[in-house]
């Protein structure tokens, strides 16, 4: 199993430019999760889906979109990119939501917005 | 609001030494708490969760309600535990991780 994917793993955008993060899984997990990473910060949760077709915001949404038509992927959507979206972007996914089950983590990407 | 905090962003020590990692969180019900590792170019991966009540790599972690912590606990820091730790915490009955700042650890040769 490659378990969680992320591409790409660095991208450099120009503001107000858009792009699509991708996040892939392949252990059948319903849940998954976006997180974004700021230098010297926790992981603040984006956006989080507890299956296909169901998808719901974190702490920290705004300027960005999600999708989830199938249980392997969920992409994530930055629509016009503001120095504020530098950070490192993290795709999760569980068996299981909530307490008690392990998140999977992606690789990350590394998002710079000039 | 839940918040998980780790007051420490750098600890150093040195081989052979004892360890441990300090969380502290807020939360006014019974949480689900967890900590996580981050080694050099590798992936961030769980390391323990306290309903488990395991050791995993010598490091154990106990839950102290009163004090609201789960503190990360070594009794002999190895050169291979020099990584970034977080603790995470989940509120009963959600799906959502709430992840604190980060420590990193030393352990010097």
């Known amino acids: 199993n490659a378990g969680v994917t992320q591409t790409p793993k660095f991208r450099i955008l120009k503001i107000g430019q858009s792009m699509t993060l991708q996040c892939a899984q392949d252990?059948?997990?319903?849940?998954m999760y976006w997180y974004r990473q700021d230098p010297g910060m926790g992981l603040k949760l984006i956006y989080y889906s507890v299956g296909a077709g169901i998808t719901d915001k974190g702490e920290v949404p705004n300027g960005y979109n999600v999708s989830r038509s199938t249980t392997e992927d969920f992409p994530l959507r930055l629509e016009l990119a503001a120095p504020s979206q530098t950070s490192v972007y993290f795709c999760a996914s569980s068996q299981v939501g909530g307490g008690g089950y392990e998140q999977y983590f992606g690789p990350g990407t590394r998002l710079t917005v000039t | 609001a839940q918040r998980v905090t780790q007051p420490e962003k750098l600890l150093s020590v040195f081989k052979g030494a004892p360890v441990e990692l300090k969380c502290n969180y807020s939360?006014?019900?019974?949480?689900?708490l967890f900590w996580y590792v981050q080694y050099s170019r590798q992936r961030l991966q769980l390391l323990l969760r306290?309903?488990s009540r395991e050791s995993i790599k010598g490091f154990t972690a106990d839950l102290n309600k009163g004090e609201t912590s789960f503190h990360l606990k070594k009794p002999f820091a190895q050169e291979e535990d020099s990584a970034m730790y977080y603790c995470?915490?989940?509120?009963?009955?959600?799906?959502?991780?709430?992840f604190g700042t980060g420590t990193r650890l030393k352990v010097l040769a």
């Open positions: 252990m059948n997990h319903n849940y």
């Open positions: 995470a915490l989940v509120a009963s009955g959600t799906y959502k991780y709430i």
């Open positions: 939360y006014s019900g019974s949480p689900e």
């Open positions: 306290h309903i």
